[in-house]
């Protein structure tokens, strides 16, 4: 039996120096052998969808809607990890830079060379980007659209032309057929006039209907929908529900069978639809009621948007991207043919989760596109600014900002690029890096944009109209701050990801020794994973003490970046040597330490783009030699973000919060919120709904087929 201190490590296994933490209470760790963040217990989707909805098929006389299925608002912890887990890629069948570098390896040769793309395509794109270029800077008003929340019916059928709605969608069914790369920078570049555009743009096609089909659906519905798409009809992805945002073990939107075998009645109600006031097909999450012959589960189905049966009682307004269509639809009885099932029954969650993998890779684009605006806003201010008989650029704590904004810019844009290059190549799995860049951009872009804002000051906090009102330039900071806030939520909030990333992060733990936790393991089973657990860490744990980082002249070809590329090397082993002490600490209770898991994803964040921009800078060398300069001065940064990180895993105040955490909920300290009014407590925080037709009106925004 080994012992340790709370919140103090004992020393590194493989020799490394880990920063101590506040003493505390000796606990023993009877067993070692690593726990995973996530159920080593998952059991199939069917299973738990097969007994939660055991009565869902009860009809309400009234008005034919189905009742609730029995679990929604009434899932335990365990049943929801099991749903979450039963719907994620399991196999790893080809390579993925992320997921060495948390093992401890790494695999540079999986990015270096930087990765080509082909000329012929290259100059296609380029050409319809000159042409969404021009027409964004001569016919996009981004001011109005704010002014009004509403991108005009004529930018809509202005994109149309262009093809900018089957971006994404293969030419063989009317679309443009773009690589990611050039999809994502024709979404910077309309994110630079209007963010609501860049959303607008994403949503219907990174998590509407033409990737969902693209992936999983059959040729018949590719003819049949994706054309309509290509030519500039909107869809919407309908997964959050009131109650329902990343749980969606307790989806209650109901697919109900009908009686002669057509198809579907779905009835629910569906929260937080992007595009959902203005879309024309839907897809639409819902749980179908397992039965004698059927498999039933969450399930994917494509909807016409003007089915009888669905009304858009709301248009959601929120802090900023006032242009976004975004609707609270309700389903009553809304019939859905056979044919409309993507991928089959059971199937919706996966395909939702494997269409994420790439369609994340939206968000950050835009947020790189916040990080361009925002350096060329900063530059042209800081010179021009003068404060103490110089410019503010040459004051050393505005020069700092400059240079954060400047270097994060470059690795936000750098870690894009490159994740879009590796899902142009269909031979990487990149479901670990398009999360990290998702995760990383968002959280980077907001601190750009904070740090813009002050660097300009007073002027930063002003509207654009007031700015432009006293003769200055319209920079409208206040207005790119707003619009950036959303996505450290949208596409899975920054928390969520964490825990999303450090579970695909140790998957190589789970498979090999998840049955020594699992609590319905037999012995027979355990047995068998401490055979595996035991030649796999005989293997694998020598390689966490020595690697190539420690070599003087390692990695030397990349010249000034080399330093960057050892240290990056060294730490990932260290990454892992932390990742694994801490496994065989906790244990069954890893899951819960969410942040310590959130510093090790970080940690992985910050390796991944170090790696990235050495790549991308040696390739540019003879080209671009000041991507060099950008290059050093991001990993210089960013090594010091890891140190801090390193630290923060041991020397932390998490056990205090969490306890503290549970006085206030108990209300231990509520007299501190004495001495100013609170929001009115007469109204719930999640509204209640119940099935059948709507009492509201539709609210739903046609737009008119062009002239």
């Not at 929801?80 to 039963?86: F, G, I, K, L």
């Not at 397992?290 to 959601?316: K, L, M, P, Q, Y």
């Not at 330490?593 to 510093?599: D, E």
Request: overall charge negative; aromatic content about 6%.
């Amino acid at each position: 039996m080994t012992t340790t201190q709370n919140n103090r490590p004992t020393p590194d296994p493989a020799g490394g120096d880990p920063a101590g933490g506040p003493t505390g209470r000796v606990a023993p760790i009877d067993d070692p052998a690593p726990a995973v963040p996530g159920p080593a217990d998952a059991v199939t989707a069917e299973a738990v969808t097969a007994e939660a909805t055991a009565d869902a098929a009860a009809v309400d006389a009234a008005g034919g809607a189905g009742a609730l299925p029995t679990e929604a608002g009434q899932v335990s912890e365990k049943e929801a990890r099991q749903v979450a887990e039963a719907a994620r890629e399991s196999a790893w069948d080809r390579p993925s830079f992320g997921k060495e570098l948390f093992l401890g390896r790494l695999r540079i040769d999986l990015i270096h060379p930087w990765p080509r793309t082909d000329p012929a395509e290259d100059a296609r794109a380029e050409e319809f980007l000159g042409r969404l270029r021009a027409y964004l800077e001569s016919e996009v008003d981004g001011a109005a659209i704010e002014r009004d929340a509403r991108i005009p019916d004529e930018v809509f059928h202005g994109l149309a032309r262009l093809g900018a709605f089957g971006m994404k969608i293969d030419r063989s069914h009317g679309g443009l057929g773009l690589s990611n790369l050039h999809y994502c920078r024709a979404l910077m570049l309309a994110g630079s006039v209007s963010p609501a555009i860049g959303a607008l743009l994403s949503a219907h096609q990174s998590i509407g209907v033409p990737q969902p089909l693209k992936m999983f659906g059959t040729d018949e519905q590719k003819q049949r929908f994706l054309p309509r798409l290509a030519a500039g009809e909107v869809s919407a992805f309908l997964l959050t529900e009131p109650d329902v945002g990343s749980d969606p073990a307790r989806l209650a939107t109901t697919a109900e069978p009908t009686a002669d075998g057509a198809g579907y009645r779905l009835n629910g109600v569906k929260l937080w639809a992007t595009n959902g006031t203005v879309a024309t097909l839907l897809v639409v999450m819902a749980r179908v009621p397992a039965g004698e012959g059927r498999r039933g589960g969450i399930t994917a189905f494509v909807v016409d948007g003007d089915a009888e049966g669905i009304t858009v009682e709301r248009r959601n307004e929120f802090t900023g991207l006032r242009g976004l269509e975004n609707s609270l639809t309700r389903f009553h009885d809304v019939f859905v043919p056979n044919e409309n099932v993507i991928g089959g029954e059971g199937k919706g969650l996966k395909i939702a989760l494997t269409t994420l993998n790439t369609g994340r890779l939206s968000l950050p684009a835009m947020c790189v596109g916040a990080g361009k605006w925002s350096l060329n806003v900063a530059r042209d201010w800081a010179a021009d600014r003068v404060q103490w008989g110089r410019p503010v650029g040459a004051h050393e704590a505005v020069a700092q900002k400059l240079a954060f904004v400047a270097a994060t810019t470059y690795g936000m844009e750098t870690m894009l690029d490159l994740c879009c290059l590796l899902a142009d190549d269909d031979r990487n799995d990149i479901r670990i890096e398009a999360a990290l860049v998702k995760l990383y951009a968002s959280e980077m872009a907001w601190k750009i944009g904070d740090e813009l804002l002050q660097i300009r000051g007073g002027r930063g906090y002003e509207t654009a109209d007031s700015l432009a009102a006293r003769g200055e330039r319209p920079a409208a900071v206040e207005q790119m701050l707003r619009d950036l806030r959303i996505n450290r939520i949208f596409e899975g909030s920054t928390e969520i990801m964490h825990l999303l990333i450090a579970r695909e992060a140790v998957d190589a733990h789970l498979s090999v020794a998840g049955d020594i936790i699992d609590p319905d393991a037999g012995l027979g089973r355990k047995a068998k994973a401490g055979a595996r657990a035991g030649a796999f860490y005989a293997k694998w744990l020598p390689t966490l003490a020595v690697g190539r980082g420690q070599a003087p002249r390692a990695y030397a070809e990349f010249g000034p970046l080399a330093g960057h590329l050892r240290q990056v090397e060294r730490h990932s082993r260290k990454l892992a040597r932390s990742t694994f002490y801490a496994m065989s600490r906790w244990q069954g209770k890893m899951e819960r330490k969410q942040a310590f898991l959130g510093r090790v994803v970080d940690i992985g964040a910050e390796l991944f783009a170090m790696s990235a921009v050495c790549v991308r800078a040696y390739a540019e060398k003879d080209t671009r030699p000041e991507n060099v300069e950008l290059a050093d001065l991001f990993c210089r940064q960013a090594r010091l973000r890891v140190d801090a990180l390193f630290t923060g895993l041991w020397a932390n105040t998490d056990s205090v919060d969490v306890a503290a955490a549970k006085r206030i909920l108990d209300g231990r300290y509520a007299a501190l919120e004495d001495g100013v009014i609170t929001p009115p407590a007469d109204l719930p925080w999640v509204a209640n709904w119940t099935p059948g037709p709507s009492t509201a009106q539709d609210v739903r925004r046609r737009i008119p087929r062009p002239e």
